[in-house]
Structure formats: structure tokens, C-alpha cells
């Protein structure tokens, strides 16, 4: 297997929308890292990690006129990775909303009806979707499921949105991937990632001289995917004749239970583990808002805006958590597809959660460890 392999940077060019999102950031670092041409598109332009720059458009996908008009133009691109999410405020509510849907549905429409109109070597896109493609969100799931268990008994953008890349790639000549992650995890603030928001929960905790109790609801064993990891499988699955028109579940390779994992966490995040303390994440952040202003002047932290910051990520925290829940997730996706297509990468999931933390400890959106 081969995830570095170096792209023509005459001939392909990939453009990654939701480009400021937790996947967005992640695509456009390894495209770039294995030597394509990248144009990132979104809302607001993305901080790299490696604080290096991008060609960007800022686009809002659910323009459909704006979007035709910055797409049109774009004739030499090969590829998209297609990382753009409309999430509703109330986050879990939204899952199964027909206004979410179709606005995602359209979103991807006006990427790729542009693109393929004027770009002359298109070749492929990656779509994401997740566990609520087997419907993990309304009811018990194959254990492990494996790809070819997706439920189409409930609503979901990602059945839609795969069969309209499937039927334009067979009319226009390009190939697709449906890339499954689970729980997605990386250093990138302002996206639906449960990291940022433990991180806040943490210090805020600290602050208070309260001790950081994992604050969740019963114990239960899940996986989780890296951005990075994502990011890798995307270029894979851009160049690979195996990952065409396919279909992967994307985990770490193990598994984790919360409680196991929160030593480590307080470790990386300078707090002090203690006895379990049900809580709700987004409640108790509302709560104390004040105390993270009295941080951020305290260290010197970037994080002036705690929204843009944490996102939606601490009502995905309560869920994943599973918070106020009689059980947690019954989760579990094979990877065996994806292995024997010919990737093989694996992240230790606890080191990851803890390498995410610390880059945004080293980025100033955290506060350091020491006091």
C-alpha cells in the first residue's frame, strides 16, 4: 500500500470542499503533502495546521448561482473531495430533517454540475458519509456492519447523495468513493469535533478547582477515525482503480472506552481525573462561559469566540458520550473492505485524541498545561 503516492502536479488537481471543516483541513494537508495542486473552498478560509497557504474560494455551496460562477471557470480540475456538511443548530434533531437533507443534496449538485460541464479530465470524487448510513442513530445495527448492510429504511442525505455521484459519474466518465468514518477526531477548531469542546470542558474545570470526571453516561466500547487518517484514505482512494465506484468503512483500527481514555486526556490537558460527574457538556460550557472569557485573557488564547471554537462539538460530545442515555452506541463497522482493497494505515486512537489536544494547546486555542 502506498498513501504518499506523488500526484502530476500538471495534470491533477483536486479541489476539497468545506475546506475550513475538520476533513476539509485534513484532505487539503495530505493532497498537498503528497504534491497535487489544491484549491480549497468554503465559507471562510482554512487555518493549516502546518501553517502553510492554499489557493481558496470563498463559496457558499447552498448559492447555487454563486457557486456556478466560481466553479465554472475551474476547467483543469481532476478530483473533489467533497467534505461539505450543513448541520441544523439542534445537531441530533437535524439527522433525520428534510430541510437538511435537501440542502445538502443541492449543495453537492452545485459543485459537481459546474465541474463537470467544463472540466475536461475530471476523474473522480470522494463523498462522505458515517454510521448513520446503517442508521445507528435510530436503531440497533450489524455488528460489525460491513458496506454492504446500509439501511435505506429512514431518511438520509448520504443514500442521495450517492446515487447522484454514481449516475453522474456513469454519464460523464468519472469514478467515485463513499468514504464511512467513524467518530472523526483531528486539531481543527469550529467543526463538528467532540475534542475542542473537552478541551474547553477541561479547563474550565481546572479553572474551577473541579476535578475532570469523565462527565458521560454508561460505559461502552466504540472506534474512532483520525482526520488524518480520512485525509490519507482520500488520496488513496483518488488514485486507486481498487476504490472505484466502492464503497469503505475508515476506523483507527481498535477500539476505546471513554473512561479508559480520561487519564490520558487529563495528562495532555493538565487537569486532574476524578470520579465520573454526569454532566451535560453543552449545558455546563453555556454555564460558564464567563469562566472561558477569564481564560482566554488569562493565557492569552485566541479563542475569543467560544462558538467558533467548539462548534457543534459539544452537543456531538453529549451524544457521544452518550450522556442521559440507558446505553451508548452499538457501533461497530468492519474495515476488512478496506484492507484488502489495499490500505492499511492504522492510529492509535488514544495517542490521536492526545496529539489533537496538544496542537491546539500549541496553537494557543487551549490553554497550556501549566498554571
Known amino acids: 500500500m502506498s498513501t504518499n503516492n506523488q500526484a502530476n502536479p500538471a495534470r491533477d488537481k483536486v479541489l476539497v470542499t468545506g475546506a475550513s471543516g475538520l476533513l476539509g483541513v485534513a484532505a487539503i494537508e495530505k493532497f498537498l503533502d503528497a504534491g497535487w495542486d489544491v484549491i480549497g473552498v468554503s465559507r471562510r478560509k482554512p487555518e493549516l495546521p502546518s501553517g502553510r497557504e492554499v489557493q481558496f474560494l470563498s463559496v457558499d455551496l447552498r448559492d447555487e448561482e454563486k457557486s456556478r460562477a466560481a466553479f465554472e471557470p475551474l476547467t483543469d480540475v481532476t478530483h473533489i473531495a467533497y467534505t461539505a456538511l450543513h448541520e441544523k443548530p439542534e445537531l441530533v434533531a437535524g439527522w433525520s430533517s428534510k430541510d437538511q437533507i435537501d440542502t445538502n443534496n443541492a449543495m453537492l449538485r452545485n459543485v459537481v454540475e459546474p465541474i463537470v460541464r467544463n472540466a475536461s479530465d475530471f476523474r473522480h470524487i470522494s463523498i462522505l458519509q458515517g454510521t448513520k448510513v446503517y442508521g445507528v442513530h435510530l436503531h440497533p ?214 496529539k489533537a489536544l496538544q496542537s491546539l494547546i500549541d496553537r494557543k486555542f487551549l490553554p497550556p498545561v501549566s498554571k
Open 141 to 354: 445495527i450489524p455488528i460489525p456492519a460491513r458496506e454492504r448492510d446500509a439501511r435505506k429504511d429512514h431518511p438520509n442525505f448520504f443514500f442521495d447523495q450517492e446515487a447522484y455521484v454514481g449516475e453522474a459519474g456513469a454519464k460523464h466518465g468519472f469514478n467515485y468513493t463513499a468514504l464511512r468514518p467513524q467518530l472523526v477526531t483531528g486539531p481543527t477548531p469550529g467543526a463538528l469535533n467532540v475534542l475542542p469542546a473537552i478541551g474547553v470542558y477541561a479547563a474550565i474545570r481546572r479553572e474551577k478547582g473541579e476535578p475532570f470526571g469523565f462527565p458521560g453516561g454508561p460505559s461502552f466500547v466504540w472506534e474512532a477515525a483520525d482526520a488524518d487518517l480520512v485525509g490519507d484514505v482520500m488520496v488513496w482512494a483518488a488514485q486507486s482503480p481498487q476504490a472505484a465506484n466502492e464503497a469503505f468503512n475508515i476506523t483507527n483500527g481498535d477500539v476505546f472506552e471513554w473512561r479508559n481514555l480520561w487519564p490520558g486526556l487529563a495528562e495532555t490537558l493538565g487537569a486532574e481525573a476524578g470520579a465520573d460527574s454526569p454532566t451535560s457538556v453543552t449545558a455546563y460550557i453555556a454555564e460558564n462561559a464567563g469562566v472561558w472569557d477569564k481564560i482566554v485573557a488569562k493565557h492569552g488564547l485566541r479563542s475569543h469566540n467560544l462558538r467558533e471554537l467548539i462548534g457543534q462539538g459539544d452537543q456531538h460530545a453529549d451524544f457521544a458520550f452518550a450522556y442521559g442515555a440507558p446505553a451508548g452506541p452499538r457501533a461497530f463497522v468492519s474495515t476488512i473492505k478496506l484492507r484488502q482493497a489495499g490500505f492499511s494505515k492504522t492510529v492509535d486512537t488514544e495517542l490521536s485524541f492526545r
